[in-house]
């Protein structure tokens, strides 16, 4: 049995703590968060992380699910402790500070996973695949649209979120995902422009709400990722258009968990490619970092591969118009 310990119960550490029940081979150890009580599942609770390193809880695996701001510190220590650590996203909000998490793993042997639910998406892993065997041919313009609503009832006064310093931006806390599904299918990309602002929100955020941003991909394409959280009363759109040298794909759904448009030279979807998982997209990331952990070496290329998305990051809104 596998011990997971879940440092932050928020929105997200919720979500794992289902997860992990629901994952045979794993159990959750410890829940680590200020306002823990002893009444969750019967866990052993802490109040602080320093309170469970002092302990003698038995962890195998720390999933990190606090505020972006506290990444990179907790991350640190979990790591100099001798942890394997699961950073929810944004990993870091700097790119230097993931480049000394990586330099910590590699020197302890120890692994960093991230979460990336998306990627396992059933109609997103059929992409990454049509991609992958050339089915698309040069991909010459994607386009993602990412049209939500977050207003007062999510940026709330007391709250972190849609503070500079320590949310980062709608690109680190809502968007990050799909920064990542357009590297992770497509390659590596650079920035050519990237305009951003606060329209809806100005007298509730310090960041913006707005942005367009566009892309080169390596292999000589396009990317055009139009966000915004200023869509009233509730979400719009979330979308990938993809016209490519043979033929046109959309993906769509809240998730990237639909394909609404194929067409393709000499090929002929089916939905029966797009079966749905026994699991959620949030249980595979988990079951793939299982897999993975008592592996001899960590994926070097992985974490330098995160390390390059949150610098993508940090120079679309150091450029920003």
């Known amino acids: 049995m596998i011990n997971i310990a879940i440092l932050g119960l928020g929105f997200m550490g919720k979500k794992y703590l289902t997860a992990i029940e629901e994952i045979d081979e794993a159990q959750v150890s410890a829940i680590i968060d200020d306002s823990a009580t002893e009444n969750i599942a019967n866990i052993p609770y802490f109040k602080s992380l320093d309170d469970v390193l002092c302990s003698e809880i038995k962890m195998d695996l720390v999933v990190i699910s606090t505020p972006n701001y506290l990444h990179f510190s907790q991350a640190k220590t979990l790591l100099e402790h001798g942890y394997h650590i699961l950073i929810e996203k944004p990993f870091c909000l700097k790119g230097s500070d993931m480049e000394v998490l990586i330099k910590i793993a590699q020197e302890k042997q120890l692994k960093i996973f991230f979460s990336t639910p998306n ?8 992409l990454k695949k049509i991609q992958s065997e050339n089915i698309l041919g040069q991909s010459y313009l994607v386009q993602v649209n990412c049209f939500w609503n977050r207003d007062q009832r999510y940026y709330t006064p007391q709250s972190w979120k849609g503070k500079k310093e320590l949310d980062g931006g709608t690109l680190y806390t809502q968007f990050f995902h799909f920064l990542d599904l357009i590297l992770f299918t497509f390659g590596k990309a650079e920035l050519l422009s990237s305009y951003m602002g606060t329209f809806r929100h100005q007298s509730l955020i310090e960041i913006e709400d707005t942005g367009v941003l566009t892309l080169k991909l390596a292999t000589g394409g396009l ?8 869509v009233w009363d509730k979400n719009m759109e979330t979308s990938m258009n993809i016209i490519a040298e043979n033929g046109s794909v959309k ?3 809240q998730y990237f968990d639909e394909v609404s448009l194929c067409n393709l030279k000499n090929y ?18 988990l079951k793939y970092a299982l897999k993975k952990l008592y592996d001899t070496e960590c994926d070097l290329e992985e974490m330098l591969y995160h390390q390059n998305l949150i610098s993508l990051v940090e120079n679309i809104y150091r450029n920003s118009k």
Request: glycine content about 2%.
């Open 119 to 126: 990627r396992f998406s059933p109609a997103l892993a059929w």
């Open 223 to 230: 990317v055009n990722f139009n966000f915004t959280t200023a």
């Open 251 to 253: 993906i769509s759904g």
């Open 268 to 285: 002929k979807f089916s939905l029966y490619e797009i079966t749905d998982n026994e699991y959620s997209n949030l249980q595979l990331n």
